[in-house]
C-alpha cells in the first residue's frame, strides 16, 4: 500500500488551488458569460470539430482585423467532451486559471520564498477581477497564464541558456499574440529583458541575438496558422494591427486632451486599485464617500509604490531586472496606446502586481521583518485584503460585462 505524506507547506498550498478551483467552478455553467462573442467562437470551434479547419480567428474587439485561430483550436477539445455544451470551454479557462494560481506560487517560492508564494498566490486566488476572467470562455483570458509562463521560461533561459528554451518561449509568443494583440507589449518585454539581463552577465551581444533568432524560430511555429493566412493575402491584418496599436486616433469616449502621462498613472493605479484592492468600477463610485474613496486610493498608492519600491532590495539581480522590465514596459507602453484601455487589456500583467506585494509583504517592515509584531502586521495587511476580495467574490458574476463597456479614468490624477 502506498502513502502519500503532505508536509504543513504542501497542505497550504493545496488549499489555496482548492479554494481557486471553488471559485471558478463552483456553478459555472449558471454564471459564465456567454453573449455574441462566445457564441460565435463556439460555432467555429464546432465547425472544426466538423473538419471545417480555419487559419483565421476572431474578430479583435476594437479594431477592424482579426486574431489567430489558436484559441478555436483550444475550445474544441473541450466542446467535444462536454458533448457541444458552451460550458465545456469555460471550463478549460477555469482550469487555465487554477493552473495559474500555482504558477503564481511556484515563481514567487522560487523567486522570494515559500511565505512571499501564499501571499501572493492565495490574493491571486480571490481576486474578483481574476476570478471574473476566469470563468467565461474569452480568447484574452488565458493571457495571464501565457505570460508569467513565458517570463518565467524567459528567466531560465538567461540564467541557463539553451535552444529548447529560447523556441518554447518564442512558441509561447507566438500564441499569445493570437490571444490578445496587445501581447505584442509581452514580446517587447521579453527582447528588453534578455538584453538587459546579458549585458547585466557581460554576455556578448552576438549571444543575445543568437537567443532573438532562436525565439523568432518558434514565434514563427507557433503563429504559423496566422502567418499561413497573411502569406496567402498579403498580410491584411498585420498591417492593421500596427495601424491600430500606433495610430493618433483617439476613440470617443477616452478624449482627445488625455496625455501620456495620465495614461501611464491611470494604468498603475488600476493595475494595483482594480486586482489587489478592489477599487470600484466607474458606475459605483457614488455609492462610497469621497473620503473613503481618497483614503482607498491612497491607500493603493502606498500598497504600489512599496511593493515597486521592494524589487530594488531583491538579491538575486536578474530577477530584479524581470520585474523592473515587466512593470516598466508593461505600464509605459500602455503611454503610446491611443485607445481606450479595459481591465482585461492588462491580462499580460495579471500575476504582477501579487508577486510583488506578496514579496513586500514577506519583508513588511524590512527592518522589523524577524520580529513579532513585524510579522503581526504583514499577516494583518494580506488578510485584510484577503477577506476583502473574498468578500467580493459576487459581484465577478456580471463583471466581464461591466468591462466591455468604456473604461473610466481617476479624477485622483
Given at each position: 500500500m502506498f502513502k502519500i505524506k503532505f508536509n504543513r507547506?504542501?497542505?497550504?498550498?493545496?488549499?489555496i488551488v482548492l479554494l481557486a478551483a471553488f471559485l471558478r467552478l463552483y456553478r459555472i455553467s449558471d454564471y459564465m458569460t456567454f453573449l455574441g462573442d462566445e457564441g460565435r467562437d463556439v460555432l467555429v470551434a464546432k465547425g472544426i470539430l466538423e473538419?471545417?479547419?480555419?487559419?483565421?480567428?476572431?474578430?479583435?474587439s476594437a479594431g477592424d482585423f482579426f486574431l489567430g485561430p489558436i484559441y478555436y483550436y483550444f475550445m474544441a477539445p473541450f466542446l467535444w467532451l462536454f458533448r457541444l455544451d458552451p460550458v465545456g470551454p469555460a471550463v478549460m479557462v477555469a482550469l487555465i486559471g487554477i493552473a495559474t494560481v500555482y504558477l503564481v506560487y511556484k515563481v514567487s517560492k522560487e523567486f522570494f520564498g515559500f511565505k512571499a508564494a501564499v501571499f501572493a498566490s492565495a490574493?491571486?486566488?480571490?481576486?474578483?477581477?481574476?476570478i471574473a476572467y476566469s470563468r467565461s470562455s474569452w480568447n484574452p483570458n488565458p493571457m495571464p497564464f501565457v505570460s508569467l509562463l513565458t517570463l518565467y521560461l524567459s528567466y531560465k533561459a538567461v540564467?541557463?541558456?539553451?535552444?529548447?528554451?529560447n523556441l518554447f518561449i518564442g512558441i509561447l509568443l507566438g500564441i499569445a499574440i493570437q490571444l490578445h494583440y496587445l501581447s505584442v507589449f509581452l514580446i517587447i518585454i521579453v527582447l528588453f529583458f534578455?538584453?538587459?539581463?546579458?549585458?547585466?552577465?557581460?554576455?556578448v551581444f552576438r549571444k543575445t541575438l543568437n537567443s532573438y533568432f532562436q525565439i523568432f524560430i518558434g514565434f514563427l511555429i507557433g503563429f504559423s496558422p496566422f502567418l499561413a493566412f497573411e502569406a496567402r493575402h498579403g498580410f491584411p491584418n498585420t498591417k492593421t494591427i500596427i495601424n491600430f496599436i500606433f495610430s493618433n486616433t483617439f476613440q470617443k469616449g477616452y478624449g482627445d486632451n488625455v496625455s501620456f502621462v495620465e495614461v501611464v498613472k491611470d494604468v498603475f493605479f488600476r493595475l494595483?486599485?482594480?486586482?489587489?484592492?478592489?477599487?470600484?468600477?466607474?458606475?459605483?463610485?457614488g455609492l462610497f464617500d469621497q473620503r473613503i474613496i481618497s483614503l482607498w486610493q491612497i491607500g493603493t498608492l502606498l500598497l504600489g509604490l512599496e511593493a515597486i519600491f521592494n524589487i530594488f532590495k531583491i538579491k538575486n539581480k536578474l530577477v530584479a531586472i524581470l520585474f523592473l522590465t515587466w512593470i516598466f514596459f508593461g505600464i509605459v507602453l500602455f503611454?503610446?496606446?491611443?485607445?481606450?484601455?479595459?481591465?482585461?487589456?492588462?491580462?499580460?500583467m495579471f500575476p504582477l502586481p501579487f508577486i510583488l506585494i506578496g514579496n513586500f509583504l514577506s519583508n513588511f517592515p524590512h527592518k522589523h521583518s524577524k520580529t513579532f509584531w513585524g510579522k503581526i502586521l504583514a499577516f494583518g495587511i494580506f488578510l485584510l485584503l484577503f477577506i476583502y476580495n473574498l468578500y467580493g467574490y459576487g459581484s465577478t458574476f456580471n463583471c466581464l460585462r461591466e468591462q466591455r463597456v468604456p473604461p473610466f479614468r481617476l479624477s485622483f490624477f
Open positions: 507547506n504542501s497542505l497550504i498550498i493545496l488549499g473538419g471545417n479547419l480555419t487559419l483565421l480567428g476572431p474578430r479583435a490574493l491571486y486566488a480571490v481576486s474578483p477581477l481574476v540564467v541557463a541558456p539553451s535552444f529548447k528554451k534578455i538584453l538587459f539581463a546579458n549585458k547585466y552577465q557581460k554576455i494595483f486599485g482594480r486586482l489587489v484592492t478592489r477599487f470600484p468600477p466607474r458606475e459605483q463610485l503611454g503610446f496606446y491611443k485607445k481606450p484601455i479595459y481591465d482585461y487589456y492588462l491580462g499580460f
